[in-house]
C-alpha cells in the first residue's frame, strides 16, 4: 500500500481514533464504544474497512471478537506512523487516550480466559452457572419428601 493510501486511511478522524486505540492494545467494539463514545455501528463498519485492507485482524473468542493492529507491513508503517504524529493528533484523539488509560474491560461471561477453579476443576463461567442453579434447586428441593413430624 502506498503512502497516499495510509495518509488517506489516517485523514479520517473515526478510522484515526480507532487505529490510535488499537495501536496500545486489542479491543472489541463494545469497548471501543464506550472508550470513544461512538456508535456500535460506525465502529463495526469502520472496522470492517480496515480489515479489508488488511491494517486490522480479527480474533473471535466465544461471541466476542477482539481487534487489533494486523502484522502486516502496512500496519507497522502505519503503527509508526501514528507514533509518530501522536503529539499532533486532534483533542478527540488525545480524550480517547486518556479515557483508555482508565478503563477497565468488563469481564465476559463465557470466555475460556474467564474460567475457574469450581470443586477442584477448571470449568467455564457458564458451566459454572449450571452447576450453581442444579445446586440451588437441589437446596430448593431438599424439603420435598419429608413428612412434618407432628402427622406421624
Do not use: C, W
Not at 485523514?11 to 467494539?29: C, D, H, Q, T, Y
Not at 461512538?38 to 480496515?50: E, G, N, Q
Request: aromatic residues 4%; glycine residues 4%.
Amino acid at each position: 500500500m502506498t503512502s497516499d493510501r495510509i495518509f488517506k486511511i489516517i485523514g479520517n478522524k473515526i478510522r484515526l481514533r480507532l487505529l490510535a486505540l488499537l495501536a496500545e492494545s486489542p479491543l472489541r467494539v463494545g469497548e471501543l464504544a464506550e472508550i470513544t463514545g461512538m456508535p456500535m455501528a460506525t465502529i463495526s463498519k469502520d472496522l470492517m474497512r480496515l480489515r479489508a485492507k488488511k491494517i486490522v485482524s480479527a480474533k473471535r473468542l466465544g461471541v466476542f471478537i477482539t481487534y487489533s493492529l494486523a502484522e502486516t507491513p502496512t500496519a507497522e508503517t502505519l503503527r509508526a506512523v501514528l507514533a509518530a504524529a501522536q503529539k499532533s493528533f486532534p483533542p478527540e484523539v488525545l480524550a480517547d487516550a486518556e479515557r483508555r488509560k482508565n478503563f477497565v474491560p468488563a469481564k465476559t461471561q463465557n470466555s475460556a480466559e474467564n474460567a475457574e477453579v469450581f470443586n477442584g476443576n477448571k470449568i467455564p463461567a457458564r458451566e459454572r452457572a449450571k452447576i450453581r442453579a442444579d445446586e440451588s434447586a437441589d437446596e430448593r428441593n431438599a424439603h420435598i419428601g419429608e413428612l412434618p413430624t407432628n402427622l406421624l
